[in-house]
């Protein structure tokens, strides 16, 4: 019998259930830009076709400082507090 | 053993006289060899041994009620145990043992004891209660392959790694004086704290020796820095790594390569401290291909990609030294880097041509219309060098020249039918057409590093990706023991 040590960081992932899926949108919808060229292009375009389609919805525009970093947790907060639905896209 | 006997006989109703022997087996011999009534404890697990401290057998030990020590000697001496037996019949009144002293000579060396033969100590301590491994022990079955089994875990890059044994490990941490539970770190994508322990025994699977220690630390340390941003490297599309480029004294102390083949295989050192960095994105940080890392073609270097700078080849500054290091300082300075791209100029004989030969070529970079580019990274062999310096040429001068060599004007890097790529019309207009732009956005964002065997004009470049703080900066950090 051959003993190794771990070389992983040996955590266990938590599992979560996900945010149980409304039937039907309302409230605010966050479009978040995460930096990437033309990003904004596909947004602008998105909002238009959703505006078309969900009258009463309100929308917020966010963007990443980067693409090359994760989102930081005070805009992952923000639009948290701020909106029910997030739609994150990117372009290039 | 005929005087434990006698011992054992003398004394053995008034204290416990043991005899405690490392080889189950030659315990049994010296029982039926000796006819011993003592009690034989086997210590072939050499636990007691260990916990003792006995270097030499045999050792004679006289402990008190509580098992603390009172006394011991070693290797077998008359006068010892004339010294004892006295001491022995002063406590417990008891008669002296019946013994030939004649027969005995008056010293004998002992021999070495089991547990400190290299390997076996190097187990002892790690299974010792004051261990400094945390680490979850993973038992692999006398029927699976170890090597095989570490691939089936996904623990490795492709290639074999070197089973991380407690014993290799603690090897390994012997070659840092850093505290093993301390944190370097957080590792991307999964930010795992990344502790001395993990970066060893990760070190250990590389195939390092433990003089690499502080390399492996120094880079990880650089590579988990904001500026670096790892997540970013791991994560994008693009081409980059970290290059790990070491400089000062370390380098020959641990035998690295910066001659002939520099940015090829076969150096130890240079070899497994790349694999380790490596190996610590994948293992701790979780950064796996096809999963968060998601690079289109990746590149070789993401085995490993670690070199060290010629710094007595040129009478330049070496990289540590122009980043604000001292020369006899030791440091690590890791690039976002591609692949090395190789070129050729072997006709230029002074410093001016062969910088418009550079110029020439890193305009080419990433696209011959990307332009306002930010790091890169050149290795200068040691010919080009000889060339520069017969003009006497700083690295100031030689980046400058580059720089001026790649000047193209807006009109020929604006998008147009046929290349897709470059500057966007109404960026261009606002620039002017006839305006000459440089390929990069300082001479500063050039860096030359010395490097490579004595013959051959050529150089080589590593590409970078996003530089700045938008992606990653190179960082150097000083290494330490």
Known sequence: ?92 | MPLIEAAHHAFGDRMDVWAIGQDAEGNQRLVEQHKLTLPMLDDSALHTSFAYDIDTVPTVILANEHGEELERFVGFGKPDWQELYRRLIDVTRAPAPVVDWGDYPESRPGCGSKSVEPDIYARLAAEASDSPIRARRIEVGESDDVFEFMFEQGLTDGLPVVPPTPERVLRVLEGTKRDPQEVLGVVPPNLAPLTVEKAAINAVMAGCRPEYMPVVIAALEAILTDEFNMHGVLATTHFPTPVIIVNGPIRDRIGMNYRMNVLGQGNRANATIGRAVQLVVRNVGGGRPGEVDRAALGQPGKYTFCFAEFEERSNWEPLHVERGFKKEESTVTVFAGGAPTGFVDQLARDARTLANSYGKVLAAVSHPKHYNAGEIVVVVSPEHVDTIAKDGWSKAQFRAQIQEATKRPVRELVQDSELAEGIPPAAAEKLGLDTLVPKFRSDEMITLVVAGGEAGKFAAYLQGWVSGPMGSSMVTRKIED
Do not use: N, W
């Open chain 1, 1 to 92: 019998m051959t003993t190794i040590l771990d070389p992983t960081d040996e955590r266990v992932p938590v599992r979560r259930a996900l945010t149980a899926r409304p039937e039907s949108i309302s409230g605010t919808v966050a479009l978040l830009d995460i930096s990437k060229p033309r990003g904004d292009v596909l947004i602008a375009r998105l909002e238009e076709q959703l505006r078309e389609r969900l009258p009463g919805v309100t929308f917020k525009h966010y963007a990443k400082p980067t693409f090359t970093k994760p989102a930081p947790e005070d805009l992952r907060r923000k639009i948290a507090e701020e909106c029910g639905f997030v739609i994150e896209a990117l372009a290039d």
